[in-house]
C-alpha cells in the first residue's frame, strides 16, 4: 500500500472530524480550548485538535496537502533504498525510526503549532481552536527545505519551485497574521512552519545549507 501512515491519518482524521461535525460533544471535547488546558489540565486537547475542523472544507484543504506533501515525505522517511537514490551518501535513518520520525514530524508540528494560542488565550475561555494547519504546515516545510528545487502547486493551483513556496508561504503568513480580521491562526501555520525547518535540521543541518544555496543560485547572489 502506498504512504500507508499518511493514509492511516487522513483516514482517522476524516473519521474523528465527521464525527465531530455531527455530534457536538466530541467536537467541544477535542477543540483546542487553552483555558480548559491551563485551568482543568486538559493537556490532551493539545493533541486532539489536530483531528478535528471546523468544517468540510476545512477538513478536505487540510487533508489534500497532507496527502500531497505526506506521501512523498512518508516515502523519504521509510523507505531506504528510495531515500538512498534521492540523497546518495547521506546516513538513512532507518525503517522503524523512519516511521517514528515520520509522525512525531507530524503530531508535533501540530503541538508546536498550538503554543501561540497557548500562550495568548490562557485565561480566555471562549477562544478555541481546531485543526490540523500546524501540523501540515509542518510536513509541507519540510518536503520544500529537503527538495528546493521541486515543483509544487502554491494553494493547488499557482505553479513554482518549493523554495520559493516556502518563502511566499512564510512571508504571506506573516503578513496575514499581523494584519488579522480573520478567524484563521496564521501564527500557528507560522509556527508549525518553522518547527518543520527545525526538526529538517535537527536531522541533517545539510538539508538548510543546501536549501540556502539553492535560494541564492536561483536568485543570481
Avoid at 484543504?61 to 551518501?89: C, I
Avoid at 478555541?128 to 509541507?140: C, E, H, L, P, T
Avoid at 518563502?167 to 504571506?172: E, H, R, S
Wanted: hydrophobic residues 50%.
Amino acid at each position: 500500500m502506498e504512504a500507508p501512515i499518511t493514509l492511516i491519518i487522513v483516514a482517522v482524521t476524516v473519521l474523528v472530524s465527521w464525527q465531530a461535525f455531527n455530534r457536538s460533544g466530541i467536537f467541544e471535547k477535542l477543540m483546542l480550548n487553552p483555558y480548559s488546558v491551563k485551568h482543568r489540565k486538559e493537556y490532551y486537547r493539545i493533541v486532539s485538535h489536530i483531528f478535528v475542523h471546523a468544517d468540510y472544507v476545512h477538513l478536505a484543504f487540510n487533508m489534500y496537502t497532507f496527502y500531497s506533501f505526506g506521501r512523498a515525505m512518508e516515502r523519504l522517511f521509510t523507505d531506504e533504498y528510495y531515500f538512498g537514490l534521492v540523497f546518495s551518501g547521506k546516513h538513512y535513518w532507518g525503517d522503524v525510526n523512519g516511521k517514528i520520525l515520520f509522525v512525531a514530524l507530524y503530531v508535533l508540528g501540530g503541538v508546536v503549532a498550538a503554543l501561540p494560542s497557548l500562550r495568548k488565550h490562557s485565561d480566555n475561555y471562549g477562544y478555541n481552536a481546531v485543526g490540523a494547519s500546524g501540523a501540515v504546515s509542518a510536513i509541507m516545510m519540510a518536503f520544500m527545505i529537503m527538495f528546493p528545487e521541486g515543483q509544487i502547486g502554491f494553494f493547488m493551483i499557482i505553479p513554482m519551485p518549493a523554495w520559493a513556496g516556502a518563502l511566499v508561504f512564510l512571508a504571506l503568513e506573516h503578513y496575514l497574521s499581523r494584519r488579522g480580521g480573520t478567524h484563521i491562526a496564521h501564527d500557528a501555520h507560522i509556527w508549525g512552519a518553522l518547527f518543520g525547518i527545525l526538526f529538517i535540521c535537527l536531522l541533517d543541518i545539510d538539508f538548510l545549507v543546501n536549501f540556502i544555496h539553492h535560494v541564492k543560485t536561483s536568485i543570481g547572489l
